[in-house]
T-cell receptor, first 113, second 112 residues
């Protein structure tokens, strides 16, 4: 059984460039979550979707961040333009709501220089 | 607002010994879920154990068990027979049916 898949695993980009992170949730799961992890702020929820609909995006830091979930098997998190302070590990997680357990992908380590 | 507090930034234990990691939380909800996640150096977040607030019985998964004290809003993790592979960051998390709220983590080092 494949877990949550994220790509790329590592991304290094220059300030001002557009960055797109991708996530494929576990098949059958109906909620998807994007988190950011930094040393200073720990694990932060950025946005979550339920049945492909964004439910809570209050954690999205600013308009430079956007997320989409065009179908049940794919989601993207885009940063445009990127800044050095966006450097972090970004996790995607999915959940089958009635079970209440979130399963995380391996994360994408983003470095913005 | 719900909060999760892990007051031990770092812990260490010798292999084969038992260690307990502390977690407290604050909520006005009566029904919720609590989790412990492990993050080894590979950075993968791994679900270790879960507890439903409506269940009085403490959850157990092999060498991992919890001490859930609902009135005290306490949810500690006990690791028995510690192994070198248990070396990791451990995060306590609270689920109020839609979002996970994480503590700041405890770094556990298991020594041979």
């Amino acid at each position: 059984d494949a877990g949550v898949i994220q790509s790329p695993r590592h991304e290094v980009t220059e300030m001002g460039q557009e960055v797109t992170l991708r996530c494929k949730p576990i098949s059958g799961h109906n909620s998807l979550f994007w988190y950011r992890q930094t040393m200073m702020r720990g694990l932060e929820l950025l946005i979550y979707f339920n049945n492909n609909v964004p439910i809570d995006d209050s954690g999205m830091p600013e308009d430079r961040f956007s997320a989409k979930m065009p179908n049940a098997s794919f989601s993207t998190l885009k940063i445009q333009p990127s800044e050095p302070r966006d450097s972090a590990v970004y996790f995607c997680a999915s959940r089958l709501d009635r079970v209440h357990e979130q399963y995380f992908g391996p994360g994408t380590r983003l470095t913005v220089t | 607002a719900q909060t999760v507090t892990q007051s031990q930034p770092e812990m260490s234990v010798q292999e084969a010994e038992t260690v307990t990691l502390s977690c407290t939380y604050d909520t006005s909800e009566s029904n919720y879920y609590l989790f412990w996640y492990k993050q080894p150096p590979s950075r993968q977040m791994i679900l270790v154990i879960r507890q439903e607030a409506y269940k009085q019985q403490n959850a157990t998964e092999n060498r991992f068990s919890v001490n859930f004290q609902k009135a005290a809003k306490s949810f500690s993790l006990k690791i028995s027979d510690s192994q070198l592979g248990d070396t990791a960051m451990y995060f306590c998390a609270f689920d109020n049916t839609d979002k996970l709220i994480f503590g700041t983590g405890t770094r556990l080092q298991v020594f041979p």
